[in-house]
């Protein structure tokens, strides 16, 4: 017997079902017409209301979080909005798996050093959870929504770009705007807040990285003005349908614009490169050098045309975007804290300048080299300590792509959002002794895995920053620079030490700075 012919058992089978459904559904429809309106939409409620809580408590299991969801639906939707420091740390202390519910939502915090490494090192089930409006925002087309083996392949051929061969390319253009922006620093009048100052710095910074010249001084001006909506749009709590005058769609907006300036850098590098046959200085230029490289050579070397084809300006424009993205509210925030920091430890300042001279043979005016900012060994020790204790990243979002066993006892469901935090793990004490105090010589000799598997600043696996390397060149030579040539004043207000939330974290106060310029050669003042 086949499985589609039925048999006399099954056919009295079905009859009597659905003679039982029948009576089932006329009696649902009489209770149905004998209820009011009123009944009908308590009942809807109730309902709602009552699958909300089950599932939260199916889907919760035997991990930390509210007994019950104390706003029904919502959740604590509010709190979300203006997320505090010190509520996540709560969120974080209360176990290393807990959890919240958002809408429909249902979100999982893990804040063990081990479960976020774990986490950020299985895309088998996990990959980064987006916003709904980001599609819209960076466009459905951006390699940034890619995953698998589709992401990896892009991922290879973007590595070249922060090779240590391309850093040593942007480092002259990375020196110009550093002098340029302490110049600036110390010609301001007195005080001021300087959070915005290092947005603007760190802005203009990344864009003559990304597209040198190409890129005007007005356009940077308007993209560092804006750049802040941009970061609106794209918070982890934003309502996913654009509507005009509202944050996403001034987000929108301004996305657009900028990366259509992008766009037309983009044009001019493959001129310069392919036409003029110019010379790399910034991202842009290195991309289409990359290119052209593969496309001479992949006649030998098939490999070369796997890793690097021919991108279109708009691509080259949507990932410049999402560097930017990636890299602004970060900068912005290591910038900040390191700063405040170094400003407010002498003995810090002492050591550096000592260095900065040591390694400069006496000379201050030795330009940036990547050979000369891999010996400033102590300057880094710094940068690398400030990103530990002040982690600009604190959590990354992803989500769940198939049921997920997190440990032994608790399998994430697919479709919830799974967050490693990364802030809780730089505060390990078992491999950062005395975590909350800010101690740059524990980098001199780096003892276990602090520096490798517990480093996890920018993340690990295969979305691990892509820019780091560019990061700490950056900041270890700005750093020096910065110290060297100038004297900070760190105007401390109750609020320097306490953390504001937005994306990433800053100073409550917004970090009130003086500077004015030094003689590195002079005696010290
Ligand atoms: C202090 C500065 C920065 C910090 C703390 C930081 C941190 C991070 C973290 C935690 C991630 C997620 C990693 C993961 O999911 O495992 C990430 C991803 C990423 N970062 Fe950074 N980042 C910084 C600056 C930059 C800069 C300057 C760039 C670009 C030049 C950049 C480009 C990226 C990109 C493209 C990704 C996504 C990579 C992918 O999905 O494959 N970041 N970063």
């Known amino acids: 017997m086949s499985f589609n012919q039925?048999?006399?058992?099954?056919?009295?089978?079905?009859?009597?079902?659905?003679?039982?459904?029948?009576?089932?559904?006329?009696?649902?429809?009489?209770?149905?017409?004998?209820?009011?309106?009123?009944?009908?939409?308590?009942?809807?409620i109730v309902a709602i209301f009552s699958y909300d809580q089950i599932m939260y408590q199916i889907r919760k299991g035997s991990i930390a979080g509210p007994r019950f969801k104390i706003w029904p639906i919502i959740g604590p939707f509010l709190e979300s909005l203006d997320p505090k420091f010190e509520e996540y740390k709560a969120k974080w202390d209360s176990g290393p798996l807990s959890c919240v519910s958002i809408f429909h939502k249902f979100v999982i915090i893990a804040s063990s050093r081990e479960l976020a490494r774990k986490i950020l090192g299985s895309p088998k089930y996990v990959k980064p959870c987006v916003v709904d409006v980001a599609i819209k925002i960076l466009r459905p087309?951006?390699?940034v929504f890619l995953d698998g083996k589709a992401h990896s392949d892009y991922r290879r051929s973007l590595n070249g770009l922060f090779s240590q061969k391309a850093l040593e390319i942007y480092i002259p253009v990375l020196e110009k705007y550093m002098d340029k922006y302490l110049d600036?620093?110390?010609?301001?009048?007195?005080?001021?807040?300087?959070?915005?100052?290092?947005?603007?710095?760190?802005?203009?910074?990344?864009?003559?990285?990304?597209?040198?010249?190409?890129?005007?001084?007005?356009?940077?001006?308007?993209?560092?003005?804006?750049?802040?909506?941009?970061?609106a749009a794209l918070e982890l709590v934003n309502f996913p349908i654009i509507i005009p005058y509202t944050k996403t769609w001034y987000g929108q907006r301004i996305a657009d614009d900028t990366m259509k300036i992008f766009e037309k850098c983009a044009g001019m590098a493959k001129v310069h490169i392919n036409d003029e046959d110019g010379t790399p200085t910034c991202v842009m230029d290195e991309w289409i050098h990359l290119m052209r490289e593969a496309r001479e050579s992949h006649l030998e070397d098939t490999d070369q045309k796997l890793l690097i084809r021919e991108f279109t300006n708009r691509e080259i424009s949507e990932a410049i975007f999402?560097?930017?993205?990636?890299?602004?509210?970060?900068?912005?925030?290591?910038?900040?804290?390191?700063?405040?920091?170094?400003?407010?430890?002498?003995?810090?300042?002492?050591?550096?300048?000592?260095?900065?001279m040591r390694v400069r043979n006496n000379?201050?005016?030795?330009?940036?080299?990547?050979?000369?900012?891999?010996?400033?060994?102590?300057?880094?020790?710094?940068?690398?300590?400030?990103?530990?204790?002040?982690?600009?990243?604190?959590?990354?979002?992803?989500?769940?792509?198939?049921?997920?066993?997190?440990?032994?006892?608790?399998?994430?469901?697919?479709?919830?959002?799974?967050?490693?935090?990364l802030y809780p793990a730089l505060h390990d004490p078992e491999v950062y002794p005395d975590p909350d105090s800010f101690i740059p010589d524990r980098w001199a000799n780096p003892t276990g895995d602090m520096d490798k598997r517990s480093w996890l600043v920018f993340g690990t696996g295969p979305h691990v920053c892509l820019g780091k390397n560019?990061?700490?060149?950056?900041?270890?030579?700005?750093?020096g620079k910065f110290v060297m040539n100038s004297n900070m004043t760190h105007h401390v207000t109750p609020l320097s030490e306490e953390i504001k939330v937005f994306a990433t974290i800053f100073p409550k106060d917004d970090l009130i700075l003086e500077w004015e310029r030094r003689d590195p050669l002079q005696a010290e003042a």
């Not at 429809?29 to 009011?36: A, C, E, G, N, R």
């Not at 604190?394 to 066993?405: S, T, W």
């Not at 560019?470 to 750093?479: A, E, I, P, Q, S």
């Open 363 to 421: 000379d201050p005016l030795e330009r940036l080299s990547l050979e000369l900012i891999n010996e400033m060994a102590y300057t880094n020790s710094v940068v690398k300590e400030s990103l530990r204790y002040r982690p600009p990243v604190l959590m990354v979002p992803y989500v769940v792509k198939q049921p997920f066993p997190v440990t032994e006892d608790y399998t994430a469901p697919k479709g919830s959002m799974i967050i490693p935090t």
């Open 141 to 143: 087309t951006n390699w």
């Open 322 to 356: 999402t560097f930017l993205f990636a890299s602004q509210d970060a900068s912005s925030s290591l910038a900040c804290w390191l700063f405040q920091i170094v400003a407010d430890r002498p003995d810090v300042v002492a050591k550096i300048r000592e260095e900065q």
């Open 6 to 44: 039925s048999s006399p058992i099954i056919e009295s089978v079905v009859r009597e079902t659905s003679t039982g459904a029948q009576i089932f559904a006329t009696k649902a429809l009489d209770v149905y017409s004998s209820l009011t309106w009123m009944q009908i939409i308590v009942t809807t």
């Open 470 to 479: 560019y990061v700490m060149m950056l900041f270890t030579g700005m750093l």
């Open 184 to 231: 600036i620093f110390c010609d301001f009048d007195g005080p001021r807040e300087f959070f915005p100052e290092f947005r603007e710095l760190l802005c203009a910074l990344s864009l003559r990285t990304f597209c040198g010249d190409y890129i005007t001084e007005d356009q940077i001006k308007v993209i560092a003005d804006n750049y802040f909506r941009i970061t």
